[in-house]
Every structure is written in structure tokens, then in C-alpha cells.
């Protein structure tokens, strides 16, 4: 064997192993290539899927909101309404006849009346413009006199230093009280619940 045919040899076997690493080389790239790919498609399926899980997160965070908004909004405007009710009941008190308010002036002092020992001085107080209905009712009452103003809508506040006791028989504290025992009847019957 020549020198030659010895170099030509190495030659064609390198030629053939270069091949052979180009071709494991080149193969090993498209398995990267598409490992790549498939990583980048689930990457981006995982983005989308993502996305969309944030949109919706958003869209019921959204929603969610303007539920209560409008849920906030119905019950501010429901109590508007009632306080206009409320605000129209005690116009109406205030604008009662004047037989009407002394028959209910008296028996609102009656019952105040029973909180006290027979005798005793009691001072009795009242909105400013029923001052002379009070008045003329306390004739009947013995011990019973006049003593001043408070703000209401009418009614009596009575108290006596003797026994310590002050009853609060206004019109505005009667209301409270009806107006608190039938809220939910009012509510109701405003709005339509059953």
C-alpha cells in the first residue's frame, strides 16, 4: 500500500465520520428545533389559557362589583323613599286639627300621668305652638302646670323632681317606636316584598 492510498483512506474515512457527525449533527438539531416548537406551542397555549383565565377573573370581579354597586344603590334609594315617608307622616302630625292633637295630647298625658303619686307637683313641656292647648288641659289635672318648651311634634314630656321620673310622650317618640315595631311591614308593603 502506497503512502498515498493510505492518506486517501484516512481521508475518505474522515470525509465519512464528518458526515456521519454533520448528519447526527443536523439531526440532533431538527430534535431540537422541534422541541423547541412543541415548548413554544404548549408556552403559549399555557399563555393563552392563562389569559383567558385572567379575563374571566375580571369579567366576575367586574360583574360582582356592579352587582353590589346596584345593590348598594336600591337600598339608598329605598331609604330615601322611606325617610320621605317618614318626613311626610311627620308633616302630617304636625299638621293635625287641633281637636285631634288635645284628644291625643291628653291621653298621651294620661298614660304619662300614671308614673306619678297623686299630689305630687309635676311640670309638664311641650312644643311651643300648643303651649295654650297644654295649658287649657292641665285645668284638669291637679298639680300639673306648664313649665316650658321642647323641640317635638307635639305630645307632652312630664317629669316630677319629687319621684325623679321623666316620661317622654311626644308625638316624635311615639313615632319612633311605631315606626320601629312595623319597619320591615312598611318596607314591605313600599316595595312590594312578600
Not at 12 to 31: H, P, T
Not at 37 to 51: C, F, G, N, S
Not at 149 to 172: H, I, K, Q, W, Y
Request: hydrophobic share 40%; net charge negative.
Amino acid at each position: 500500500m502506497s503512502l498515498d492510498t493510505v492518506v486517501e483512506d484516512i481521508r475518505d474515512e474522515a470525509r465519512a465520520r464528518a458526515e456521519e457527525i454533520r448528519a447526527a449533527g443536523e439531526e440532533r438539531a431538527e430534535e431540537i428545533v422541534s422541541e423547541a416548537e412543541a415548548d413554544a406551542e404548549e408556552t403559549l397555549a399555557e399563555a393563552e389559557r392563562e389569559v383567558e383565565a385572567e379575563i374571566e377573573q375580571e369579567r366576575e370581579q367586574r360583574l360582582s362589583s356592579a352587582k353590589l354597586e346596584a345593590k348598594q344603590e336600591r337600598l339608598e334609594a329605598r331609604r330615601d323613599v322611606l325617610q320621605e315617608v317618614r318626613e311626610a307622616v311627620e308633616d302630617e302630625i304636625a299638621g293635625l286639627p287641633d281637636d285631634e292633637r288635645e284628644e291625643l295630647t291628653r291621653a298621651l298625658l294620661d298614660a304619662a300621668a300614671v308614673e306619678f303619686d297623686e299630689g305630687s307637683d309635676v311640670l309638664v313641656y311641650t312644643r311651643p305652638d300648643d303651649e295654650a292647648l297644654v295649658t287649657g288641659v292641665l285645668e284638669d289635672y291637679d298639680g300639673y302646670e306648664h313649665a316650658g318648651e321642647v323641640d317635638c311634634l307635639g305630645g307632652v314630656v312630664v317629669e316630677s323632681d319629687a319621684s325623679r321620673v321623666r316620661v317622654d310622650n311626644t308625638f316624635d317618640s311615639v313615632l319612633e317606636d311605631v315606626w320601629e315595631d312595623n319597619l320591615k311591614e312598611i318596607s314591605a308593603r313600599l316595595f312590594e316584598e312578600q
